[in-house]
């Protein structure tokens, strides 16, 4: 029997999905769902990343500083930090 990637009992696919305190209060309950239902899509199949047809646009900043240093927070659950 040939080990695969997908049979790792220790690589867990997470649900959570993070993006900047400003972006998620800028989009629509329907953004938000999609990107919550792209995510958990991804997780029941095993995988780390959900698809790229699900992307946001405008969480940019002037450097990866600035970009590390924003407030990020779950989509489905604002009120929780991205690491809770």
Same mark, same amino acid.
């Given at each position: 029997m040939a080990y695969t990637q997908s /049979? /790792?009992?220790? =690589?867990?696919?997470? *649900?959570?999905?993070c993006l900047p305190k400003a972006k998620i209060a800028s989009m629509s309950d329907a $953004?938000? =769902?999609?990107i919550v239902a792209?995510? @958990?899509s991804a997780a029941n199949q095993g995988?780390? *990343?959900r698809s790229s !047809? !699900? /992307?946001t646009t405008g969480t940019s900043s002037n450097s990866?500083? &600035?970009?590390? =240093? @924003? &407030?990020? *927070?779950q989509v489905g659950d604002p009120s929780k930090k991205?690491? $809770?």
């Open positions: /049979n /790792n009992p220790f =690589k867990k696919a997470t *649900r959570k999905v $953004e938000k =769902k999609k792209a995510k @958990q995988k780390q *990343r !047809s !699900s /992307n990866l500083t &600035d970009w590390v =240093k @924003q &407030d990020w *927070r991205c690491g $809770e």
